[in-house]
Structures are given as C-alpha cells and as structure tokens.
C-alpha cells in the first residue's frame, strides 16, 4: 500500500501516480503522515500484483471521513464503506422507500392502460376530423414518462409524470381537454380528474387505480408520434410555446439520467435525499422548499463530480458541497455555453436546467425558508461527516423535524369547502398562492417555518386541510392575524381565474401556542420513536462490530470493523 497527501491543493501520489485534482491514491508503500494540508478526498485502489503503475479507482472518500494525517488501511476502509452502505440501503428498504417488485408492475401497467387510451384516442379524434383513411390507419399518439416516476426514483407518494405527445391535428383545448377527458372520465380506473388550463403546463391530473397522475399535453407535427419518439431529434417540429414548455420536463429528465456517471448510485442516493427533504418538512416547491427537479439536478451535481463515490459518501458529499456553497452562485449541470438568462433575482438557491433553452428551475424559497434549508443541510453534514463515529446512525439523519420542540406558536391554516371534490379545487388554488401568505408573515414576524404536512381537523364538520406553521415571533408581542388575511384574501379573489369570491369555500386563519394544537395532530410525526430499522442497524452497530485502530498509530481510533459477534 502507498499513500499520496495534497500538496497546494494539488494532490500527488509518489508511489504511483498524480490521478486528479482532489483525489488521492492510497497505495504502497506507506509513508509517515506529514503533510498538515487537509485532503479533499480519497481514492482508494485495491493494489493489484504486476500491475504497480496502474491504478484502479474503487472508492471515493469524502475528506471529512477521514482525519487527515492520519495513516489508514484501504482494507478496512472499503470494509466500512461497504456496511455503511448496506445499513443505508437496509434502512431506506425498511422504510418503505424502495418499491417492491408489485409496485413496480402496477406502475408500468398504469403506464401501458395510458397509452392504449391515447392510441384509441387519437385515432377517434383523427376520425371525427374527416381525416383520410390511411391517416387515420397510420396515426399515433404516445406517452413519456418523466419526474422522479422517469427517473426511477419514485416514492409510496409519488405521482407518474406522464406527458402525452399528440400528431398535428390533435389540439389541447378541444381534443385533450375535451374529447381525451371524456375518455377518461368514462374509465372505471379514473377518479379525481381535474383539469389544470391555466398552469404554465396545463394538464390534467386524475388517479389511474389510485395511482395520482400529471398529465400535461405537446403537439408535433407529425402525423404519427411514434412510442421511441427521439425528444432531441433537432428535425422536430413543436409548433407552439405551450407544448415547447411541456417537453421541458421529459428533456431535463432525459439529459440528467446521460449527464450521470453511475445511474444506479445516483437513484439510490436521489432516494435517500428526497427522504431526508420529506422528513425535515423541506419538500415542497410550493411552499418555499424543494421540489423533486431541485433535488435531482442538485444530486445529479454532485454524482458528476464524484464518480467514483460510493452512494453514503455521495450523501455526504451532497451536504458538504451545498453546506460550502457560495449561494447564490448557480449550480450548473452542463454548461450551456450560450449566455445564461439571468436568474430571478429573487432566487436564493438559482438551479439551471440541464438542457436547451437552459431555463432556471422555478424556485419559490424565501428569506426565511432558505435559512431552514441551509440549517438542515449543515446539520446533515455534521451527522454524516464522520461515519466512524461510535453513535453514526441512519435514522438520525431521517428524524422527522421536531416541529413543536422548535417553535412555540403555529399558524393554522384551515381550508374549507362543502365537498371533497371542491376541496381539491380549492386548496390546490390556494396552495399555488400560499407563498404571498409566507412572504406576509416573514414581513412580519421574525421567522415563519412553512411545515408542508397537511393535516385534517376532526373538529371541523366539513371537508378540510388544515396547515401548521412554525412561527418564531421574535420581539413581536401583537399576534392579529386579522391584516395579513384581509391582503392574502385579495389575493386569491383578486385573480380572475380564481372563481372563489362568492363561494362556499373557506378559509381560517389563525395562531396557536403550541399547547393550543388539537391533541390528535403530532407536528412531529415520529421525531422521538425509532423505526424498526433503527433497532436493527443499532443491534448490528453493538453486537457486531469492533473497534479498529490505525495500524500506523495504534492508539488512533479509525471505526468499527464486523467481527463474527463472539467478543
Ligand atoms: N419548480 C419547477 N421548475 C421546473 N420544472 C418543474 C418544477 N416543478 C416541477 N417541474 C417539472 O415537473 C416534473 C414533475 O414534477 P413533480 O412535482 O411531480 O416532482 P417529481 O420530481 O416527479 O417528484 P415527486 O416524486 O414528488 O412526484 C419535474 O421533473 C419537472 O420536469
Ligand atoms: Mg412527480
Ligand atoms: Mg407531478
């Protein structure tokens, strides 16, 4: 074994040789620690007999895993790397968070039902315009999957992003709004299909055997869209900016999943972020946090840099690259070697699309939720920056965010309506508002934490969603919420598609102290209890492990190593 140490930020490795700017060969033979510059990362190589030149990268250590000038065995090393990863992945199965073969196959059926129903589809419409008979023979339609569904990172909460791509003579409002609606509408499948017209991507949205499904519409023209239609064929013609806007989606998916260099490290390592987003009540792009494209093209950053990185040293370098992150410079995917659009000024964490026309992603953080997500994600570095430690757990990293341990006052908002079905409408139009109602608060008080869990209030006789906020209220003494719902309620009757002004709809606001909360709502929501999985990684972490020792600097405690349990 030999060992290479940062020299001027350089790395060099004078057994063998220089492999790159932050990494580092650990080979033989070794040499004494001397260098006080800190690494910025390790590759560890398993030495291989006759080939001494060669090297053969296995694993990508953060820097913070490692105490610099400390002498290491790469065995033990990759020995540790391997059980952290297995707990990581045995936790993340525990948790439900990877679906079983079942879930899987009733998925892609979903999918299959779907475009069975646009073929009939668009051979009907085809056929109610008059179109010749080879035409309508030869015409098609198809459906592409893209979001966390596309990329093979869904959750149990996942919805199926699934754009339908129609010929020519196939147009949203009358064709897909109207006649594919009807369609669907007539499936015993299909419930809650709602029509979204007036969102940048109109869509429609309904459940397929309770499955949720987005579903927004592009045209081409073409007269037959084939199922392995080649989004980036530039001989392709999209013949308005609304359908342009829709193949967005599919294409940043597409250009992320050939952007990665290990597609299977970066769906496990999306998976383990996306959960850690969920259960630190920071996955929400409506409410000033994280939506599903930030996180992917953030982890698909971060997989770009380290291909070498197993999946929890990604985690790792996930938190300490956004921890150090001079925001808000952008994080850039693939250059785009055009000038870049300027970013919205207001954007505090600007992300840029990962492909043509190089559009940032639509960012809703404020002021106050980006302090939330930068504290979580130093916090994140601070659990996983040092594995070898003797209490490292996963779940510590997933605890749910301890809502009412944090703040002493909530914000409840309760959104009302006569039926189940215009409590969709209505709060769907009032949750694409919300970010008024927290920039109000924020002017107002000192610091307003938007908990994205919607909640259901027993109390209340009518279908409802009632929101808590954390509310921090600094010097304020004053706690009329009176004004800020006079403005937020101009708001949402001011626009005219809202359609709300005289309606049954409702909405309440008001402010609690955290011994006001109804007594069935547990803001924490499992914050204290430890899962199965934590009792299970934590009977390995005792029983099974042993401590091992720097065999340089003996009395230098490196991390546990398995041991066969009869200590
Ligand atoms: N803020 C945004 N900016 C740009 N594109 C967005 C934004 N939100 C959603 N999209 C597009 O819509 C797609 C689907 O979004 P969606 O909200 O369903 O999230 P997702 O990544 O699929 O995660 P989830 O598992 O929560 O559904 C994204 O992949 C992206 O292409
Ligand atoms: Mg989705
Ligand atoms: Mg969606």
């Not at 105490?67 to 540790?80: G, H, T």
């Not at 779907?114 to 023979?137: E, G, M, N, T, Y």
């Not at 339609?141 to 699934?162: F, K, Q």
């Not at 999943?257 to 409506?286: D, E, T």
Request: glycine share 6%; proline share 7%.
């Amino acid at each position: 074994m030999a060992f290479g140490y940062p020299i001027d930020g350089r790395v060099v490795d004078p057994g063998l040789q220089l492999v790159g700017p932050r990494t580092l060969v650990v080979s033989s033979p070794p040499l004494p620690p001397l260098f006080s510059l800190p690494p910025v990362g390790y590759v560890v190589t398993a030495p291989v007999a006759g080939f001494q030149n060669l090297i053969f990268p296995r694993l990508f250590f953060p820097r913070s895993f490692i105490a610099p000038r400390v002498a290491l065995d790469p065995a033990i090393l990759i020995q540790m790397e391997g059980k952290r990863v297995q707990s990581l992945l045995q936790f993340m199965s525990s948790e439900g968070r990877v679906p079983s073969p079942e879930e899987e196959t009733k998925r892609k059926k979903v999918m299959e039902e779907l475009k069975q129903i646009v073929l009939s589809w668009i051979r009907k419409v085809a056929w109610q315009r008059h179109l010749p008979k080879d035409i309508i023979d030869r015409t098609s339609a198809t459906i592409l999957a893209y979001g966390s569904y596309g990329l093979g990172v869904y959750g149990p909460e996942s919805d199926i992003d699934a754009l339908c791509i129609g010929p020519y003579f196939a147009s949203m409002e009358d064709d897909f709004f109207t006649v594919l609606h009807g369609m669907l509408q007539s499936r015993s499948e299909v419930s809650e299909l709602h029509c979204v017209k007036t969102a940048k991507v109109p869509l429609m949205r309904f459940k397929f055997n309770g499955i949720s499904i987005d579903f927004p519409f592009a045209q081409l023209r073409v007269v037959s869209v084939p199922a392995d239609v080649n989004i980036f064929d530039p001989c392709l013609v999209i013949p308005d900016e609304t359908s342009q806007r829709s193949f967005s989606g599919v294409r940043v998916n597409q250009r992320i999943l050939q952007l990665v260099p290990n597609l299977k490290h970066f769906q496990a390592m999306l998976r383990c972020i996306k959960l850690w987003a969920i259960r630190r009540g920071l996955y929400s792009n409506l409410l000033g946090f994280f939506g599903g494209i930030h996180l992917a093209i953030l982890a698909a950053f971060v997989c770009q840099r380290y291909p070498n990185a197993s999946i929890s040293a990604l985690i790792t370098l996930f938190f300490e690259t956004f921890s150090d992150w001079q925001w808000p410079n952008p994080v850039i995917l693939q250059d785009p070697s055009i000038p870049l659009k300027n970013a919205d000024e207001r954007c505090f964490m600007p992300i840029l699309m990962p492909c043509s026309p190089f559009d940032w992603c639509n960012s809703n953080i404020t002021r106050g939720t980006f302090r939330k997500i930068m504290r979580e994600i130093k916090r994140g570095y601070d659990i996983t920056k040092d594995q070898g430690r003797l209490d490292f757990q996963w779940c510590h990293l997933f605890n749910h965010f301890p809502f009412t341990e944090s703040y002493n006052y909530f914000v409840r908002i309760c959104l009302i309506a006569p039926d189940h079905d215009e409590l969709q409408d209505w709060a769907g139009w009032v949750k694409s508002r919300l970010r008024g109602l927290l920039l109000k608060l924020e002017r107002e008080y000192a610091f307003c934490d938007p908990n994205p869990k919607e909640y259901v209030d027993a109390n209340v006789d009518q279908p409802n969603l009632v929101f808590y906020w954390g509310l921090s209220l600094g010097s304020r003494v004053c706690i009329d919420l009176s004004s800020i719902k006079e403005e937020f309620m101009k708001i949402i009757n001011k626009e005219e598609h809202s359609g709300y002004k005289n309606t049954n709809c409702k909405l309440e606001l008001s402010i609690l102290h955290t011994s006001q909360l109804p007594k069935d709502v547990d803001l924490n929501y499992g914050s204290e209890k430890r899962t199965k999985a934590c009792w299970r990684i934590m009977e390995y972490y005792n029983q099974h492990r042993k401590p091992a020792y720097s065999q340089y600097i003996p009395s230098y405690f490196i991390g546990y190593v398995a041991s066969s349990g009869d200590q």
